[in-house]
């Protein structure tokens, strides 16, 4: 089902939001017109789809806000084909973009209840590219491993040293990193041989904690 309106409002999104905040890269902007968000939105926010900002999704979560999104996957650098790593699935906006780009998407996400309706609204938009699972993404997906690249989308107290050893010797990781629960830096690892990596500051951001045995401690999680 298209609606007219909401692919205005989506291209709308890509040209003010995401092409106007300096993202380039073709495939990422192709992929952003092509999901459509509202898909992974709860049904009484679907108006608000594209707007500017990150969403509430179920749990207590959030649907990271787009251009943030763009900006994540820009910084992966993918040019097609690879075997992507994401954790923190949410609403699977993120998994449906990578799925459009790269060639397997692994997604992995703490909370059942997410993890449910994401490989529903996955499925809904016929991206079967992406394996879904329940865990603790903080320690990766060892057995998927290597991955061209990862994308975390919840910050964490530093970068775990297993997502960096589940890169493939050129692979790049992005994750917000920072000890504040308000502003972290987000970062990119590339991994340049068996134990040398390089680390770039990207941007200021805020995301909410990667809760798990290399983020934070479950006690930062709240009520749910
Ligand atoms: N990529 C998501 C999207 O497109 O909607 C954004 C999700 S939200 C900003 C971050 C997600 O990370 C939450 O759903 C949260 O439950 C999840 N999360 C936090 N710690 C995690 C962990 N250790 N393993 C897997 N998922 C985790």
């Known amino acids: 089902m298209t609606d007219p309106d909401q692919k205005a409002r989506r291209e709308a999104m890509v040209d003010y939001q995401v ?4 993202i380039r890269s073709p495939r990422v902007l192709e992929a952003m017109r092509q999901v459509p968000r509202e898909a992974f939105v709860p049904m009484d926010l ?10 509430p999704i179920a749990a207590g979560q ?25 954790v923190g699935t949410g609403s699977g906006y993120a998994a449906a973009l990578l799925a459009r780009i790269a060639g397997e998407v692994y997604s992995i996400e ?11 609204a996955l499925l809904d938009q016929g991206l079967v590219n992406v394996e879904l699972r329940v865990g603790d993404g903080s320690l990766g997906w060892p057995e ?26 050129g692979g790049r990781l992005v994750i917000p ?11 990119r690892v590339t991994r340049l041989g068996e134990d040398a990596y390089r680390r770039e500051d990207l941007a200021d951001v ?19």
Do not use: C
Not at 69 to 86: P, S
């Open 110 to 120: 703490r909370i059942g209840e997410l993890a449910n309706q994401a490989s529903r």
């Open 46 to 55: 679907r108006e608000f789809a594209y707007d500017d900002t990150a969403l």
């Open 177 to 187: 990193v920072g000890a504040d629960e308000n502003a972290q830096e987000l970062v």
């Open 144 to 169: 998927a491993a290597p991955f061209d690249a990862i994308m975390v989308a919840a910050a964490s107290p530093s970068v775990p040293d297993g997502l960096k050893r589940q890169l493939a010797i």
């Open 19 to 22: 092409r106007a905040r300096g």
């Open 62 to 86: 959030t649907i990271t806000q787009p251009w943030i999104v763009a900006m994540m996957i820009e910084a992966l650098d993918l040019k097609g084909g690879e075997r992507v790593l994401d």
């Open 206 to 224: 805020r995301f909410v904690p990667l809760l798990g045995e290399a983020g934070w401690d479950e006690a930062r999680a709240g009520p749910q």
